[in-house]
């Protein structure tokens, strides 16, 4: 393998700088040449790409987004438009791809490597919603959670001086780790996400339960992809009279420099997407298990979505905050 692509695509995270530093400088370790495709697919489809240097990716590890831009490119969905995608990497001779992204991103990867049998494509999940399967952890997790956590304290200041409650609605889309594991770091009252029925009515009867018992506040995570915190306020209104307060966090979650544990796992997933292409993988997404490095297949990815909640984690947080 002598040519190499990097792009990162669909929802930025931080950490995504640190994965493209780590597949470029890996690969021009081993003496590969690497191409930037700037804007994911969009800049395929335009031949937005150039070449990467050692120099290209300095300055980069600490910064938050994604210096290579990224997009939402729909018409990469269609094959006789993604055929000139193709065209502008197989003219530059490069035969591996390395898409920095969420499972979107991988579809794509995995339509590309169907089609022309010359690239290999290596997906590394890159997205603060941890949805990814095949991997424990996806780059930006950690440091979304560490933004909702550093939100939280502050607002639980102002829920105590007013003894209000606050419903916190946070991102992840179908997935409710960002909810689960911000709610237990928070201490919240109550987790509300997709994966787990709860009865709006026995949150409501907690909160009662805990005002009785002389609780100053109350903190009520919600996963974005359950319900609204606006909705969560209202369907709480019908069971309880309390004084609360929404606070949507929104896109800072996806933002600011990337957590040391990002870092790391941007540097050791980036590093062994090269390794897979080197020794001949394709169609795969890397990932971290049980701290080991590993590759999935995107069909395997696909198909298991979402099946690593951890409820051990959602009992032990509704456990500690009786
Ligand atoms: P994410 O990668 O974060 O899940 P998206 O779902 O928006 O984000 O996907 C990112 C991009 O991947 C899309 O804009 C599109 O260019 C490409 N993509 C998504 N689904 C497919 C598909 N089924 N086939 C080909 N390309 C796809």
Redesign the pocket.
């Known amino acids: 393998m002598k040519k190499i692509a990097v792009l990162t695509?669909?929802?930025d995270s931080p950490g995504m700088n640190a994965a493209v530093r780590a597949v470029t400088r890996k690969a021009i370790y081993n003496n590969i040449e690497v191409y930037g495709v700037y804007q994911?697919?969009q800049g395929l489809l335009n031949d937005n790409i150039e070449k990467l240097e050692l120099g290209s990716v300095g300055d980069t590890i600490q910064r938050g987004g994604t210096f290579l831009y990224s997009a939402?490119?729909?018409e990469?969905?269609d094959a006789d438009v993604r055929k000139k995608g193709i065209e502008n990497l197989r003219k530059r001779d490069i035969e591996g791809l390395v898409v920095i992204?969420?499972?979107?991103?991988y579809?794509?990867a995995q339509?590309i490597s169907e089609e022309c049998k010359e690239i290999q494509t290596i997906g590394v999940p890159g997205?603060i919603d941890n949805d990814i399967n095949g991997s424990d952890f996806t780059i930006g997790f950690d440091t979304a959670l560490n933004t909702i956590i550093d939100s939280v304290d502050k607002i639980r200041d102002t829920a105590s001086s007013h003894a209000r409650t606050f419903i916190i609605e946070v991102m992840g889309r179908d997935c409710g780790d960002l909810a689960l594991w911000a709610g237990l770091s928070v201490g919240a009252e109550t987790i509300i996400l997709p994966e787990v029925n709860v009865d709006i009515k026995d949150v409501a009867e907690k909160i009662d339960n805990g005002i009785k018992r002389g609780k100053k506040h109350s903190i009520v995570m919600v996963a974005e992809g359950c319900m609204s915190g606006e909705a969560c306020a209202k369907e709480l209104s019908k069971y309880i009279n309390i004084d609360t307060r929404v606070s949507v966090l929104g896109h800072i979650q996806r933002g600011g420099s990337p957590s040391g544990a990002d870092r790391v796992l941007a540097s050791r997933l980036g590093g062994h997407a090269v390794e897979l292409l080197l020794s001949g993988k394709t169609a795969v997404g890397v990932g971290i298990m049980n701290n080991e490095l590993t590759d999935t297949p995107f069909d395997e990815i696909f198909n298991a979505k979402n099946q690593k909640f951890e409820h051990s984690i959602y009992n032990l947080a509704k456990e500690l905050s009786i």
């Open positions: 695509s669909g929802g994911g697919y939402r490119c729909p990469f969905k992204g969420g499972d979107g991103s579809r794509g339509r997205t």
